[in-house]
């Protein structure tokens, strides 16, 4: 048994100690919240990698800002979501770097209203931004891992993308006519069915090029009976991967 003396004395050293403790807890700085932290690296990226570079559409620019890319990215390279490169995302594929992102979301020009295909979902972070620009976005993924990866990701962010594992290269004709349809994956030539389910007018943004090496990055739109194609810059993508 402690005598009152003793006892008192533990007493007062175990509040000595809490104060202690809460004084450390004072002055040492707080970290910041894993929210905060993915705020500002994604206004960092918005103002360094993409405006920086020339994307000015201010939809666009928006939707970069709201997206929160590192949901879309594997755990082990959640730290590097905001960085300017692409990232695995398994399955030999890739999420691609948040310019090229943002380059294509602005090339195809869409608004409000507009019903648009994405070819290759992936880890679904093309189709969430395609999502905060129009209220009917379609996307085909041709790895049936990835398709529901992307699609239970998209659910429960809130993201209205319809997305169905198939094969891309013919499109999504249940949907057809579309006002853009847009490629994450590159063929070694432009796909006959997805000029075929172009709106008159409609925008399709392809990477076109030989596997292994660069591509070029087309702008290609439907007039009648015809094509206007725009060729805006070396990229280099994934291959379109076809069925069996």
Same mark, same amino acid.
């Given at each position: +048994?402690?005598?009152? *003396?003793?006892?008192? %004395? #533990?007493?007062?050293?175990?509040? =000595?100690? $809490? /104060?202690? $403790?809460?004084? #450390? ?37 928006? /939707?970069? +800002? ?25 399955? !030999?594929?890739? %999420?691609?770097?948040?310019? %090229? =992102? ?10 409000? !209203? ?13 189709a969430a931004? #395609? &999502? ?17 990866? &992307? ?5 429960? #962010? !809130?993201?209205?993308?319809? $997305? *169905? ?5 013919? !499109?999504?004709?249940?949907?057809? @006519?579309?006002?853009?349809?847009? =490629? ?7 796909? @006959? ?32 009976? *015809? ?17 069996k």
């Amino acid at each position: +048994m402690f005598s009152r *003396k003793a006892l008192l %004395i #533990l007493i007062a050293l175990a509040l =000595v100690l $809490v /104060a202690l $403790v809460g004084a #450390l807890a004072l002055t040492r700085p707080a970290a910041s919240p894993p929210i905060e932290r993915f705020t500002t690296q994604r206004e960092e990226m918005v103002a360094d990698q993409i405006h920086a570079r020339g994307v000015n559409d201010a939809q666009v620019l928006d /939707a970069a +800002m709201s997206v929160p890319r590192h949901e879309f990215v594997l755990p082990e390279t959640i730290d590097e979501a905001y960085e300017d490169h692409p990232l695995p995302i398994g399955y !030999g594929q890739t %999420i691609s770097q948040p310019y %090229i =992102v943002a380059v294509m979301t602005e090339l195809a020009q869409i608004k409000r !209203g507009d019903r648009v295909l994405e070819i290759g979902t992936g880890s679904g972070y093309q189709a969430a931004m #395609l &999502a905060r620009l129009t209220d009917e976005v379609y996307s085909v993924e041709i790895i049936p891992e990835l398709a529901a990866r &992307a699609e239970m990701t998209l659910k429960r #962010l !809130g993201y209205n993308v319809v $997305v *169905k594992n198939d094969d891309g290269y013919n !499109g999504w004709q249940e949907h057809a @006519p579309y006002d853009a349809i847009l =490629v994450t994956c590159a063929p070694d030539h432009v796909p @006959p069915p997805l000029i075929a389910q172009l709106k008159e007018g409609g925008r399709l943004i392809i990477p076109v090029g030989p596997t292994g090496g660069y591509q070029t990055l087309w702008r290609i739109i439907k007039r009648g009976d *015809k094509v206007i194609s725009e060729n805006i810059m070396g990229v280099l993508f994934v291959p379109l991967t076809r069925g069996k």
